[in-house]
């Protein structure tokens, strides 16, 4: 065989050889890329005989383990009925009731009944209420960002929603009625409140060293205070008595 021809054929293998090894290697580096698919999570406090594991025929009986249990992403939803618990967040996760006025969230005047650490929480259609009665207490308290609370129905707290350096909520469409406080802004930013009622709380919202905050469209027969505050925005609704 020419020489020539016998080194081509020889380059030519080793090159393949080399080209194998490292598409091999990078194969096995190579990350998985396929997102996650997220669950939704049920609770119904009537399964008191278990077994519990969160699925629709075998809900967890009480909420804190369906948070527990639950990954980035999923949604828990519960079933009517009230439930005794004082529950910590800390997933980004969405907590939805059956129904606003049918599924409660009861905290037996202990603390804090909603305790949100983690930002891109989503609170909907709860009745929430019964907090501890004591400066920090709250229905939701919120040391996060981004995070929403929809349609919900919050009484007897110290403050219905008590947001700690929170900055990019929204809380739309909420009754607060027969709290210290409804809604309380403290060094908390870029918030928007809107379309909420209060009516028979010390005060509707108390706003504390807090900047470019926007309340439209809600209405009651409890104050706004201001403390040290910057750039908010108060849009009125027309034709009913304000905040």
């Known amino acids: 065989m020419n020489k020539k021809i016998l080194a081509f054929l020889i380059c030519s293998i080793l090159l393949l050889t080399i080209t194998f090894i490292v598409v091999l290697n990078q194969k096995k580096g190579k990350k998985e890329t396929t ?3 997220t669950d939704i999570i ?9 077994p519990w594991s969160g699925t629709l025929k075998h809900p967890y009986q009480h909420i804190n383990d369906a948070v527990s249990n ?12 009230t439930y005794h618990e004082n529950i910590t967040i800390d997933k980004t996760i969405t907590l939805v009731g059956e129904d606003k006025s049918n599924t409660i969230i ?13 930002d891109n929480v989503n609170i909907l259609d709860f009745t929430i ?6 400066k920090g207490n709250a229905g939701v308290k919120l040391i996060s960002d981004n995070n929403q609370v929809t349609d919900c129905i919050i009484h007897r707290t110290k403050t219905g929603i ?7 909520n929204e809380i739309s469409n909420c009754l607060f009625h027969t709290n210290g406080e409804g809604i309380f802004l403290d060094t908390s930013s870029n918030c928007e409140i809107k379309d909420c009622e209060f009516c ?18 809600c209405y009651g027969g409890s104050g706004i205070g201001f ?3 910057r750039n908010f925005n108060v849009q009125r609704r027309v034709g009913h008595g304000q905040i």
């Open 129 to 134: 209420r019964n907090s501890g009665g004591y």
């Open 70 to 81: 639950s990954k980035p992403g999923d949604t828990i939803y519960v079933n009517e009925g």
């Open 200 to 217: 028979h709380n010390a005060i509707g919202i108390n706003l504390q060293s807090s900047t470019e905050n926007n309340i439209q469209n």
């Open 162 to 168: 008590y947001l700690d350096d929170s900055d990019e």
């Open 42 to 50: 049920y609770v119904n406090k009537d399964n008191t005989i278990g």
């Open 106 to 118: 009861d905290g037996m005047n202990n603390d804090t009944i909603l305790y949100v650490t983690k």
């Open 35 to 37: 997102p996650r698919i």
């Open 227 to 229: 403390w040290s505050n």
